[in-house]
Every structure is written in structure tokens, then in C-alpha cells.
């Protein structure tokens, strides 16, 4: 039977070197450790490839994945940013900095954490930083940054990090903050205060036909454990 991990216990991975005696296609009953073995662009873009990519499974079967990738990507670097901007005012509620943008693939706007891809040689802090500023007219400070996560693997081996950066906003610099957008970049700013962020996305999605990116709402449900039900789990346990 499939055995959930249990990561509060020391406990190992599943290995791949079967040691069951019943058939179910359990990972922990596998015998091969899944690699890809061959990546054929099937057609390709200025921005997007698709790729067939072949790969064995965990049981030693040989099967076939549709998969795209950015065309963009550094050596050794994620494919871009996420941004987690805390915008910090004397006498205003902190606040996170939003981005609302018409998003072709979606067909209509979108609420994300600024973002944006990591140019040659650029750290992802500096990029944050960077895309920051031209989305929103910030200037922020970096206060922590994510290892390379994935976005989408099922379709995709794009990756971010995403960077915590903290704003002054009674400093000069912040106080009338001008986008630097480039061409075909339109970006509405909107601040939402942390204390009542996913209200305040519920409320917009009310409001307007918007779509919200999902780390987004996983952050605003997140916030709202943290400030509303800190000891729920606790709770639950007993
Ligand atoms: N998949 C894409 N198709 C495009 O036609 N153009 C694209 C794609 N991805 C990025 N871009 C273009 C759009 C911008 O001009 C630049 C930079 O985008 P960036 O600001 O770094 O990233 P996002 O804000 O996440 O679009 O690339």
C-alpha cells in the first residue's frame, strides 16, 4: 500500500531497489532511478521551445514527455525572479507591492509578485532589485532570497527564486516612485496591507475579472494562518 512521507520523523527517501512482494506500482516498490535519456526540440520561438523529452520511469519503462522550455535560461541560474516586496510606512500598515497586468497566455489580467527574468551574469538579487524598480518605481533592500524552485514541472522546467526585499517608504527615493517599463509593459502597482491580504485578493477577484497567480493566494492563505489561526494545527493535534 502507498505510505505517505512523514517528514517530522526521521525517516529516509523511498529507494528505488524494490524490497515488496506485492505488485501495486508503489515508488517505493520501483527498481530504476527515473532519468531522462534523450531531448528533441520539436519546435522552437524567440522566447519558448517545445521539446519531446525521453525518459525511463521508476520500473525501467522507456516513455516520452511534452515539455517546454525558456529559451533564455543562464547557465546555472534560475529562469527569473519572484519578488515578496514589503512596502514599510510610518503611521500606514505594512504593505506588499502587486502587479496587475494584461497576460497574453491567460487572456486577461493577472495579480502577481513583481517579476522577472534574471539577465546574463546578474544575481537573483540584483535582478529583484532591478525588476522592482522598473515595475513599480521602488527602490527596496534585499532581506532574503529562496533556493531555485520550480513553477510548473508538468509543463515546464522553468525555475524562480523568489527574493524577500523590504521597502523604506518615507525615504526620498520611494516617496513618488516612477515605473521604468519597457515597450509592450503595462503594469498597474497596487499595494495590499499584509494583515488582510487574502480579504483584500478575494475582494478584487469580486470585483474585477482578474486571475490570481497562485503563489500569490498560497502566501495570502499562509498570512491568514499565521495572523488568524496560529494554533489551529495545534488544536487539531490533541
Ligand atoms: N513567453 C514569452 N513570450 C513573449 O512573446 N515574450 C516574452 C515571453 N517571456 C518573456 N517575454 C518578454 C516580455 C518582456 O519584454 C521581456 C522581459 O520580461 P520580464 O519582465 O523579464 O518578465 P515578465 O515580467 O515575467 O514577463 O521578455
Not at 22 to 45: L, R
Request: overall charge neutral.
Amino acid at each position: 500500500m502507498y505510505k505517505p512521507l512523514d517528514l517530522n520523523k526521521a525517516q529516509s527517501f523511498p529507494r528505488f531497489p524494490g524490497h515488496s512482494t506485492n505488485k501495486m506500482t508503489s515508488p517505493s516498490e520501483a527498481t530504476t532511478i527515473p532519468h531522462v535519456v534523450k531531448e528533441e526540440v520539436i519546435a522552437s520561438g524567440k522566447w519558448l521551445k517545445l521539446e519531446k523529452t525521453t525518459y525511463v520511469d521508476p520500473f525501467g519503462n522507456t516513455r516520452i514527455w511534452e515539455t517546454t522550455k525558456r529559451t533564455t535560461r543562464q547557465t546555472g541560474a534560475a529562469d527569473g525572479v519572484g519578488i515578496i516586496a514589503l512596502l514599510k510606512r510610518t503611521l500606514h500598515k505594512d504593505c506588499v507591492v502587486m502587479v496587475k497586468q494584461f497576460r497574453p497566455p491567460m487572456g486577461c489580467c493577472t495579480l502577481e509578485f513583481p517579476a522577472g527574468l534574471i539577465d546574463q551574469g546578474e544575481s537573483a538579487e540584483t535582478a529583484a532589485l532591478r525588476e522592482l524598480k522598473e515595475e513599480t518605481g521602488y527602490k527596496g533592500e534585499v532581506v532574503g532570497v529562496t533556493p531555485v524552485t520550480c513553477l510548473d514541472p508538468g509543463l515546464s522546467n522553468c525555475t524562480t527564486q523568489i527574493v524577500m526585499v523590504n521597502i523604506n517608504g518615507d525615504a526620498m527615493e520611494n516617496t513618488e516612485p516612477t515605473q521604468q517599463l519597457g515597450d509592450g509593459e503595462f503594469v498597474d502597482v497596487l499595494l495590499i496591507p499584509l494583515d488582510e491580504f487574502q480579504k483584500k485578493i478575494d475582494d478584487l477577484m469580486k470585483k474585477e475579472k482578474i486571475i490570481v497567480d497562485s503563489k500569490v493566494y498560497i502566501y495570502g492563505m499562509g498570512m491568514s494562518q499565521a495572523f488568524f489561526k496560529p494554533n489551529e494545527l495545534r488544536v487539531l493535534k490533541q
